[in-house]
Structures are given as C-alpha cells and as structure tokens.
C-alpha cells in the first residue's frame, strides 16, 4: 500500500540529483534545527569518507540565516529539513539560500507547506505515530538514500542500490535489535529512574545519534540534563566532572572511530558506576551486507536508544510528548 | 623584553603564509583536542566569513587520526594546537597529515617538542601562570593574527597589521573588563556555590569561549556539570531540560549571531532564575577599531567568563589545578 509513497520519495531523490548534475557543486551545506539538523549529519559523514569532490558543512539554521558562510553561491547545494515545514529558521534559511543562488532542497512531511514553496525540491518523509508507516519512509533511509545518489553522482559510482536494498531490511533488523535487548532497556529505566543527568559519549557518525539521544530524548521529551560529549574530548577536559554516581550513556560504533569509542568506554568502566554501554558489535545486522554495517549500524543503536529512554518515560509516568515550552509558550 | 619572542611569532606566522603561498590551498583543518581545538575555532569563523576560497573543519585530532576526511591531501593546510608539545593524539594527527602531503603547522609552548619534529612549521606560543608573559604572545592572539594572515593571503587584502595593533591592547582591555565586572563575579561565585550543574549558552564566535567555560572551566578544573548549549539549538529540545533553578552562562556578542543569542537570552530570562548574560555591549572597548569588534569581543568575554569561574573556585576553596584523572591516572 505504500509502494506509491516509496516510488515518489526515490524520485525526488532522483529528481535533485539530476539538478545537481547540471551544476558544478563545490559546497553542500546541511541546515536546519535540532533533532532535524542531526538527522542530516550522515550526509557530512557519509561524503567525507567517500569523497574529495564536495565540501559539506553542518550549521543551525537560525545561525546560517543570520550569518551564512561566504561560500554560499551557485556552486552550493543547500540541503534542509523541517518536520512540519513550517519551522521559521529553517524557512528563512531556505529562502537565503535560494536568493544566493543555491540549489535548495527540503525534506518534510507536510506537502505544500512553507518550506516547499521555497525551496527548489522537496523531498517526503512520513512520520506518524498513530498509524506508523514504514520505517523505510522515515528521515533517516531517504537521508542515507540521498547521500549514497550524491556519492555515485560525485564519483561515478552506482552505490544508491546497495544502499536502497539495505534500507528495505532496516525496520526488521531495528525490531529484532529493540526485542533482544528489552530487558536491558527496562533496567535502564530501572537504574535511572530517579537521574537528573545522563551524559552521552560517542564518536564518528554515532555523533548523530548521540545528539538525538542527549537533545531529543533525554533533554526535549523526558527532562533530564544532558550533554553529548566527544569521546576524543573526553579525556581533554570533560572527564574530570565524571564521578562514581554520574550516568553514563556511551556508544561503540563499527567504523574507524570505534578505537575513539573504546578508549573512552575503557575509561569510564573504571570511573563511574553508572555507565550504560550501547555496542553496535552486538547486534545482528545479517541482513546487512558487511560494507554498510558501519553506516547502519548508528540507526539501528538509535532504536535501541529510544526504546531505552521510552521504557524510563513509561516507569515514570513522564510521556515523551510531554512539553513545558515547546508547542506551549511562545518564544 | 619580549620584543624578541614576539618577532619570532610574527616571522613563524609569516614563514607559514609564504609555504601556503606555494601550494593551491583549498582546505584547511584545525586539529587539536579540548580546548587547544577551541581556541583554533577563530581560524574556522573568521575564513568563514571573509573568503570564499577555502573550505576550513575542524576535527578532534583523535577522530582526525583514526577517521582522515577523504579530501586531506597535498592541498590541505592542517593546523595543529598542542601546549605540551606532546599530546599523543595531535602528534599522530600531524604525522598522518604529514605523511598525507598535507602542509603542517602546529602551535606549541614547548620548542623542539615531539610535535615540532613531526610539522613543516611550529608557531610558539607563550603561558606560564607563575610568570605570565604579554597576552600577546599566548594562544588567542596569535591565532587572530594567523587567521588574518590566512585571510591576506586568500583574498590579497591587506588586513593582518590592523589586527595585530588591536592585539597589542588586548591586555589593556581584558584586564580593565576583568577589573570593571570583578563585583560580578564575586557575585556569581556567591550564588552557584552549590551549583552542580551550569549550562553554557551562545552562537557564532562565541560557541569558541562557551566551549572554553564548560570544558575547561567548570568541568576540568571545578568538577561541575555542564553543556555548551547553541543558541539557536535551544528551543529544538534542549529547552526543555532548563527550570526555574537551572544555572546557564549566556553569551551575547556584537556579530551577526547576536540575534540568535538575545533569542535564547530572552527566553531564559524567563524560565530560570539563574541566568548569567555576560553580553560584549556592556565592555569598553575603546582601543579597539569599530570593525574588529565583534571578533575581538568574545576574547574578552573570555577574561571575564575565566575570571567567573576563578572566584567560584577561591570561594569553594577547589583549586583550578584540581584534577583527579588527567595527569593523574594513566588512560
């Protein structure tokens, strides 16, 4: 039933590729908000491992609309994403972004919303939690799915198929990982119940999920303090904060930052008593094919990170929707 | 006394431009670890908004090292930070970078340290908190001044002698803002004397110092929890973490990003009744020319932010040479 929904997202996808084909794209700039700023962090990650053909840069986009980088300009690609398509920086950032001269594109789950109007190709995501569709239509497989038809666009490559293949599989590799692991997340909930601050650690592309962990999880839906610390910075600073009763939330990867992962998982074993570890060595990714395990990987701990922050929401009666601000007050 | 140090600051700085001068730099990468990368992010903002004709990233030197951004290469300059000389990460970033036909300069207080036998060229810098020397010749200053140099050099300006007059008063200026806000900061010592957690608030060049505050200030050397909060990020999630009894540092400086920052200023003022605004408005800036200002302001704040934090450690009798992990414990 949503063979419609899939086909059109791989042609917009498609569509924006054959722009930037008539292009010389120098910069590809990520922009927008939050949770929707993170999401397009695998698409700087992905095409700095992959290729020497394009800059990318990730910047906010209340910052980018006030202070927009001097390369902005023709030979950019400006890639945003708004939820609602309505998200005020993120529209005026579109809108700066195409008077420069800038290919534009949006993702967004509402079509004909603001963020459309501006912007040269939207792309669709769907997100409901009410009636869920598929995994498969989500942000981040078409996020991945755009970045992989700019890899094969940049370096002549055919990468996307792989890529689409993989993404078909990921709603039942993120299922299989969030039912292994359920009494793990109900002893987080447990173990930190009564927590006030939960720090996360990471490196490398889970610096993606990390984000979303400390930003929307524990910070937007469930109140706590938090902060997404490097794993590298760790031991530069940070770590003298980190006492025997600080939780610890840390991610290990599979790609070349595992090292940078370890050291700091080594290290906080040994200083505090609350570390939680998520460990992408230990789930089955069979359905992956080996060479993209370490790009799917960071999206199949993110499921298990929500399902571990959701299990604390539900033993503390605090609903992730809940919000003091957001949605609430004007601001 | 120091006429000599700082000609050879000036000569290394401009040994430097004229390697680059040789080669068709297109990116550059500050590398470095905690807050040896902070203070190189100056270099980052500043070629961002003066020049189209470079790409500038800045990488933890542990991610640099294990994970190497495809386009690292013989058209890359990567600059280095290390005071030690020694730090392991930053010495294997320079030699991969070396290695990689990059062009390498490292900052360093220590001559012929491991780092300077590894770089194409060293750039002294000068830091002893028994017998401080000029501000002139520490870290900040001379990476304006590189920064500029690398902003001549790009754009065939001629840009670098006004800022090196402007750094020679820096000093002046740090210590009468320092001097002027002292009741400040007694005060602020005063009330988070118990404060276990300050979060950090800023945009811009600011990020730069806030990064500074929460790294180096509250959590390396009082132990406190923290996060340096963007600005813009702010009302995407993290928001919602902060109540009536959340200390935050906000910063406003007097650039582009200022808006972004009186946002989240004006929000906070309204959620919790432990907001800090150190706002460069309130400082006499008087020896500085009117459009260095807004990249020389947040050095200031900088004096000031310090300066906050030093008398909640006299006051809580916690030493900012406290440490219980790094140089303590082998990790």
Chains 1, 2 share one sequence.
Request: hydrophobic share 40%.
């Amino acid at each position: 039933m949503h063979e419609e929904k899939v086909a059109l997202t791989k042609n917009q996808i498609a569509a924006l590729r054959r722009a930037a084909e008539t292009r010389s794209i120098q910069d590809i700039f990520v922009v927008a908000c939050g949770g929707s700023l993170a999401t397009l962090y695998p698409i700087l990650y992905i095409l700095d491992r992959e290729t020497n053909a394009v800059h990318v840069s990730s910047v906010n986009a209340a910052e980018f609309f006030h202070n927009p980088p001097h390369r902005l300009g023709d030979h950019s690609l400006v890639i945003l994403n708004s939820q609602s398509g309505t998200t005020p920086e993120t529209v005026s950032a579109a809108r700066l972004a195409h008077e420069r001269g800038a290919l534009t594109a949006a993702f967004t789950t509402v079509p004909g919303s603001a963020i459309e109007t501006v912007v040269d190709f939207p792309i669709y995501y769907y997100d409901d939690p009410i009636n869920p569709y598929p995994l498969l239509l989500s942000i981040f497989p078409e996020v991945y799915q755009l970045a992989f038809a700019l890899v094969d666009l940049l370096n002549g490559s055919n990468c996307l198929p792989g890529m689409e293949t993989a993404m078909e599989h990921l709603e039942a590799v993120c299922q299989r990982a969030v039912s292994d692991f359920a009494p793990q997340a109900r002893e987080f909930a447990r173990k930190h119940r009564t927590e006030q601050l939960i720090y996360t650690v990471s490196a490398g592309l889970d610096r993606c999920i990390a984000y979303i962990l400390t930003n929307c999880s524990f910070m937007e839906s469930v109140w706590r303090h938090s902060s997404p610390l490097h794993a590298g910075e760790l031991f530069h600073g940070a770590c003298e904060a980190i006492g025997k009763d600080t939780p610890v939330v840390a991610f290990l990867g599979l790609g070349r930052c595992r090292p940078v992962e370890e050291r700091a998982v080594k290290f906080l074993q040994r200083v505090t008593d609350k570390l939680t570890v998520l460990d992408a060595a230990a789930l089955d990714l069979t359905e992956i094919p080996e060479e993209l395990q370490e790009y799917i990987a960071p999206l199949v701990l993110h499921s298990l990170a929500s399902d571990f922050c959701l299990q604390l929401s539900h033993l503390t009666g605090h609903p992730m929707s809940s919000r003091r601000y957001m949605g609430v007050v004007k601001f």
